[in-house]
């Protein structure tokens, strides 16, 4: 526990990803088995147990804590399991504090009226740090900035493997995730898992740049729309079906209706969409599905998801990804011909006379309300990673709009002692008053000579200070590029936007002359 | 038996600090008065512009340091737990084991013992002498940390942590943020008994009063200025006023890595408002066990509580069986520590 508790305590704290790889990766290859397995499972799916957390510390709050110190203290920290962490009274202190692996064995054993005494008996024996990194593990989701790619990434550095390697075998694998330690220390060969559908990486593409269209040869490339949804990988097999995220988490149990039709024997790569009456719906539809463990049947109705495959990694059991774009292709229309599932339909593939025409079809696009085009090389077999010259995403142009800054916040790791996240808004008019909206906020698409810039006009136009933010004289205007605008009932402009960064820094134009927010508002429209 | 005055009627707070009558002195008062004691040389407590000015050598030393002209026109330093009649009223200065020269004030009047705690703490400190217990009628604490969240961990510990993330990252300038008189020096000091040999690196604004305490015999090993090296102290560890944190002035660094030490570091929302990677909970100040054990040992049968957490730590005493009231004091800092 005090291995992991200190893991805990320093991830929060670390923001740099570099950081929190070094920290991952030594706890991974110090701490012994089975409890560095349940400390990846906190840190990636979670754990195989459920611990009533909050009924608890209700339960035995009453009985350890005076409760008018428990509010002023309360009210000082901020957190409740933390408070109670910090507020324990010492009363064993230097006893054996529980291992992850005891408290993971005692909590799956104990009936519903254990659970207060365990807790109790554990709190004792730890100390503040121990007390809330206990908290945070029965919690669940210990929330500690860390993705779970990053975690498997640090178990892969640690031993030298791929994380592509771990994605791979992940979802046939189950806390303590023994036998992935015993391959990765070479005691033992690598798990085969050829029984389960499993996560296969996919394959990523590159923005497009000017120079690489230049050398295009049409000839070589199929064309698609780029769709406006997730990736989404669909494994089925052996009656049990997956639905996995671009980065390997298992997302399914969101998407009932998906899991009940996708019944096949093939792994398939494609976009998770909204679709209603055949037409896609914005992005902002598919969100209301998203990041969610269950969903209810008025949701499925009011949002109904599908799935448009482009590619097949594995049909029958047989792995196509060494084929070319065009022969998977072949197959995957065939499968889709015979075996397709309701709830999906095909990317279609596009055809071009020439590369002005593609270009204009290009140009297009944001008027019909598409994100952009593909280009997929038709001889490329399917590669994992993101590999060079093989996929190209082609986005539309970026709308821009022209902002003031507002706020300026320190950023974090290298950036930690630049005024780097600004925060910008427009113009809106009430009863004949002018004033600044907070629209939006960026921090990238300026160059490091432009950062130092911006940090010094921070400085030097600072008005007050909120800790690590700063508000400044509204004088700076920032042209921002950004790909669209929705409307946001949790922001107080209404708005929302969607992928800004800073595309100029305007010294030369005044604040006065900056758009208004019924401009950006006019956008919401137009992006349809 | 005589009927004894109450305390209020001989020591009472008026609009410059806590003023004792038949003495005629203000103790720590905000505001620049005649006649003060004072019991250490933080800013918040060693105020300028005082008349006759009564405090321990050491603190008579850092005030004219900090202050200059503006420490007093008199400085009258008086030692450890010698008496000294100030007009009506005996008065000795004890250790308070907060830093260098702190001292609790203890005021004897017609029979009755008032002390003045000031800041002080029970941890061992190797920079300072430790706190001393006075049994009083009234005792006038500080509560800083004066809530049951607040358990400063061995400070061993702390210095384990800073040490470790050496190792972890030896690429990243270690830069920690420190108040610059006491906890400086201290945390110096704490590095050497855990065997810490390297230079630690000092920021300018640390100079004058880790020299004052090099001059007075602590050692400290080397403590070189930041300015006089024109390397990056990749994995070194360098100490900093906290404002200097993730300043400009810490990018002459490679990657700093931001510690704090204080016992504000405890509570999670704190590290993450500062931006600290690092924090390290050693404090100058009891915390909530030591308050209510030294409450306790004074066997005091009338508590003060100056400044901080009064509200809990009243509330605490109260049901001691201790009478406990909160004195509204002004100029106190308990962000500073």
Same mark, same amino acid.
């Given at each position: 526990?005090?291995?992991?508790?200190?893991?805990?305590?320093?991830?929060?704290?670390?923001p +740099?990803?570099?950081?929190?790889?070094?920290?991952?990766?030594?706890?991974?290859?110090?701490?012994?088995?089975?409890?560095?397995?349940?400390?990846?499972?906190?840190?990636?799916?979670?754990?195989?147990?459920?611990?009533?957390?909050?009924?608890?510390?209700?339960?035995?709050? @009453?009985?350890?804590?005076?409760?008018?110190?428990?509010?002023?203290?309360?009210?000082?920290v901020?957190?409740?399991?933390?408070?109670?962490?910090?507020?324990?009274?010492?009363?064993?202190?230097?006893?054996?504090?529980?291992?992850?692996?005891?408290?993971?064995?005692?909590?799956?054993? !104990?009936?519903?009226?254990?659970?207060?005494?365990?807790?109790?008996?554990?709190?004792?024996?730890?100390?503040?740090?121990?007390?809330?990194a206990?908290?945070?593990?029965? +919690?669940?989701?210990?929330?500690?900035?860390?993705?779970?790619?990053?975690?498997?990434?640090?178990?892969?550095?640690a031993?030298?493997?791929?994380?592509?390697?771990?994605?791979?075998?992940?979802?046939?694998?189950?806390p303590?995730?023994?036998?992935?330690?015993?391959?990765?220390?070479?005691?033992s060969?690598?798990?085969?898992?050829?029984?389960?559908?499993?996560?296969?990486?996919?394959?990523?593409?590159?923005?497009?740049?000017?120079?690489?269209?230049?050398?295009?040869?049409?000839?070589?490339? !199929?064309?698609?729309?780029?769709?406006?949804?997730?990736?989404?990988?669909?494994?089925?097999?052996?009656?049990?079906?997956?639905?996995?995220?671009?980065?390997?988490?298992?997302?399914?149990?969101?998407?009932?209706?998906?899991?009940?039709?996708?019944?096949?024997?093939?792994?398939?790569?494609?976009?998770?969409?909204?679709?209603?009456?055949?037409?896609?719906?914005?992005?902002?539809?598919?969100?209301?599905?998203?990041?969610?463990?269950?969903?209810?049947?008025?949701?499925?109705?009011?949002?109904?998801?599908?799935?448009?495959?482009?590619?097949?990694?594995?049909?029958g059991?047989?792995?196509?990804?060494?084929?070319s774009?065009?022969?998977?292709?072949?197959?995957? #229309?065939?499968?889709?011909?015979?075996?397709?599932?309701?709830?999906?339909?095909?990317?279609?593939?596009?055809?071009?006379?020439?590369?002005?025409?593609?270009?204009?079809?290009?140009?297009?696009?944001?008027?019909?309300?598409?994100?952009?085009?593909?280009?997929?090389?038709?001889?490329?077999?399917?590669?994992?990673?993101?590999?060079?010259?093989?996929?190209?995403?082609?986005?539309?142009?970026?709308?821009?709009?022209?902002?003031?800054?507002?706020?300026?916040?320190?950023?974090?790791?290298?950036?930690?002692?630049?005024y780097?996240?600004?925060?910008?808004?427009?113009?809106?008019?009430?009863?004949?008053?002018?004033?600044?909206?907070?629209?939006?906020?960026?921090? +990238?698409?300026?160059?490091?000579?432009?950062? !130092?810039?911006?940090?010094?006009?921070?400085?030097?136009?600072?008005?007050?200070?909120?800790?690590?933010?700063?508000?400044?004289?509204?004088?700076?205007?920032?042209?921002?590029?950004?790909?669209?605008?929705?409307?946001?009932?949790?922001?107080?402009?209404?708005?929302?936007?969607?992928?800004?960064?800073?595309?100029?820094?305007?010294?030369?134009?005044?604040?006065?002359?900056?758009?208004?927010?019924?401009?950006?508002?006019?956008?919401?429209?137009?992006?349809? | 038996?005589?009927?004894?005055?109450?305390?209020?009627?001989?020591?009472?707070?008026?609009?410059?600090?806590?003023?004792?009558?038949p003495?005629?002195?203000?103790?720590?008062?905000?505001a620049?008065?005649?006649?003060?004691?004072?019991?250490?040389?933080?800013?918040?407590?060693?105020?300028?512009?005082h008349?006759?000015?009564?405090? &321990?050598?050491?603190?008579?030393?850092?005030?004219?340091?900090?202050l200059?002209?503006?420490?007093?026109d008199?400085?009258?330093?008086?030692?450890?737990?010698?008496?000294?009649?100030?007009?009506?009223? &005996?008065?000795?200065?004890?250790?308070?084991?907060?830093?260098?020269?702190?001292?609790?004030?203890?005021?004897?009047?017609?029979?009755?013992?008032?002390?003045?705690?000031?800041?002080?703490?029970?941890?061992?400190?190797?920079?300072?002498?430790?706190y @001393?217990?006075?049994?009083?009628?009234?005792?006038?604490?500080?509560?800083?940390?004066?809530?049951?969240?607040?358990?400063?961990?061995?400070?061993?510990?702390?210095?384990?942590?800073?040490?470790?993330?050496?190792?972890?990252?030896?690429?990243?300038?270690?830069?920690?943020?420190?108040?610059?008189?006491?906890?400086?020096?201290?945390?110096?000091?704490?590095?050497r008994?855990?065997?810490?040999?390297?230079?630690?690196?000092l920021?300018?604004?640390?100079?004058?009063?880790?020299?004052?305490?090099?001059?007075?015999?602590?050692?400290?090993?080397?403590?070189?200025?930041?300015?006089?090296?024109?390397?990056?102290?990749a994995?070194?560890?360098?100490?900093?006023?906290?404002?200097?944190?993730?300043?400009?002035?810490?990018?002459?660094?490679?990657?700093?890595?931001?510690?704090?030490?204080?016992?504000?570091?405890?509570?999670?929302?704190?590290?993450?408002?500062?931006?600290?990677?690092?924090?390290?909970?050693?404090?100058?100040?009891?915390?909530?066990?030591?308050?209510?054990?030294?409450?306790? #040992?004074?066997?005091?049968?009338?508590?003060?509580?100056?400044?901080?957490?009064?509200?809990?730590?009243?509330?605490?005493?109260?049901?001691?069986?201790?009478?406990?009231?909160?004195?509204?004091?002004?100029?106190?800092?308990?962000?500073?520590?």
């Open positions: 526990m005090k291995a992991f508790a200190t893991l805990l305590d320093r991830l929060t704290y670390t +740099s990803r570099n950081g929190k790889l070094t920290l991952m990766r030594n706890y991974f290859r110090a701490t012994p088995d089975p409890d560095r397995g349940f400390a990846l499972a906190a840190l990636t799916d979670g754990l195989p147990i459920s611990f009533p957390l909050r009924r608890v510390l209700a339960d035995i709050g @009453e009985s350890r804590f005076d409760p008018e110190l428990f509010r002023l203290s309360r009210h000082d901020g957190d409740t399991a933390e408070t109670v962490a910090l507020i324990w009274p010492v009363t064993q202190a230097g006893a054996d504090a529980p291992r992850l692996s005891d408290v993971v064995a005692a909590v799956s054993a !104990a009936g519903r009226g254990g659970h207060a005494a365990l807790l109790t008996q554990w709190l004792d024996r730890l100390d503040a740090t121990g007390r809330w206990l908290l945070k593990f029965l +919690s669940g989701a210990p929330r500690v900035g860390v993705s779970a790619r990053l975690a498997k990434q640090a178990v892969a550095d031993f030298g493997q791929g994380v592509d390697d771990i994605e791979e075998l992940w979802h046939g694998l189950a303590p995730y023994l036998q992935l330690f015993d391959w990765l220390e070479q005691k060969e690598r798990p085969s898992m050829s029984a389960t559908p499993i996560f296969r990486p996919l394959m990523l593409a590159h923005a497009l740049e000017d120079a690489e269209w230049a050398g295009l040869d049409l000839q070589d490339f !199929a064309a698609e729309w780029k769709w406006d949804g997730i990736r989404i990988q669909a494994a089925a097999k052996g009656g049990v079906t997956r639905l996995f995220s671009r980065t390997g988490d298992d997302i399914g149990g969101a998407f009932p209706e998906l899991l009940d039709h996708f019944k096949f024997d093939a792994i398939l790569d494609g976009e998770l969409l909204v679709v209603r009456d055949g037409a896609v719906a914005p992005f902002a539809d598919l969100q209301q599905r998203l990041n969610r463990k269950s969903v209810t049947r008025a949701m499925m109705v009011k949002y109904p998801v599908h799935v448009r495959f482009y590619d097949a990694l594995e049909i059991g047989e792995d196509l990804r060494g084929l774009f065009t022969d998977r292709r072949k197959r995957l #229309e065939a499968w889709h011909q015979e075996f397709g599932p309701p709830h999906s339909d095909l990317s279609a593939v596009l055809s071009f006379d020439s590369k002005d025409a593609l270009k204009l079809r290009w140009e297009a696009t944001r008027e019909e309300g598409i994100e952009g085009l593909m280009l997929k090389r038709r001889d490329s077999p399917y590669l994992a990673g993101r590999p060079k010259g093989h996929w190209y995403k082609w986005k539309r142009a970026a709308l821009t709009a022209d902002c003031v800054m507002l706020y300026a916040q320190k950023g974090a790791g290298k950036r930690s002692s630049f780097s996240d600004y925060t910008f808004g427009a113009w809106a008019e009430k009863d004949g008053v002018r004033t600044l909206v907070p629209v939006g906020k960026a921090y +990238s698409g300026f160059t490091d000579d432009e950062l !130092a810039q911006l940090d010094r006009f921070v400085r030097q136009n600072t008005i007050e200070r909120f800790g690590p933010v700063r508000s400044v004289t509204p004088k700076l205007v920032l042209e921002v590029a950004f790909d669209a605008v929705q409307e946001s009932a949790r922001h107080k402009s209404g708005i929302a936007m969607r992928f800004p960064r800073v595309s100029r820094i305007r010294w030369d134009k005044p604040a006065a002359e900056a758009d208004t927010l019924e401009t950006l508002k006019a956008l919401i429209s137009a992006a349809r | 038996m005589p009927v004894q005055p109450p305390f209020e009627s001989w020591l009472r707070p008026d609009g410059s600090g806590l003023y004792c009558v003495g005629d002195f203000h103790i720590d008062p905000h620049a008065v005649p006649r003060a004691v004072i019991t250490h040389g933080h800013s918040d407590h060693a105020r300028p512009g008349g006759a000015v009564l405090a &321990t050598a050491d603190t008579l030393e850092i005030m004219k340091l900090r200059g002209q503006g420490a007093g008199s400085l009258q330093p008086l030692d450890y737990g010698e008496a000294l009649k100030v007009r009506d009223v &005996t008065v000795r200065l004890v250790p308070a084991g907060h830093i260098l020269g702190s001292a609790q004030v203890v005021i004897e009047y017609q029979g009755q013992r008032a002390v003045i705690s000031g800041d002080y703490k029970r941890h061992a400190d190797p920079t300072c002498e430790a @001393e217990l006075v049994p009083c009628d009234l005792f006038i604490t500080e509560a800083t940390f004066g809530l049951p969240i607040y358990r400063h961990e061995p400070d061993t510990g702390e210095v384990a942590k800073l040490i470790a993330s050496l190792k972890d990252f030896p690429e990243r300038t270690h830069q920690v943020g420190v108040y610059g008189l006491g906890k400086c020096q201290r945390l110096i000091a704490l590095l008994q855990a065997g810490f040999d390297r230079p630690v690196y920021h300018g604004a640390l100079r004058s009063m880790t020299d004052y305490y090099l001059a007075r015999g602590f050692a400290l090993g080397p403590v070189p200025s930041v300015s006089d090296t024109k390397e990056k102290l994995g070194e560890i360098v100490l900093s006023p906290p404002s200097a944190l993730g300043d400009r002035w810490s990018r002459r660094f490679a990657d700093p890595l931001a510690g704090f030490a204080s016992g504000w570091m405890r509570i999670r929302g704190r590290v993450r408002q500062r931006g600290v990677e690092l924090p390290l909970i050693i404090s100058d100040h009891c915390d909530w066990p030591e308050l209510l054990q030294t409450i306790a #040992e004074t066997g005091a049968r009338e508590v003060w509580v100056t400044h901080g957490r009064e509200d809990a730590l009243v509330h605490e005493v109260s049901k001691m069986g201790v009478k406990a009231r909160a004195l509204a004091l002004v100029g106190r800092e308990d962000e500073a520590e």
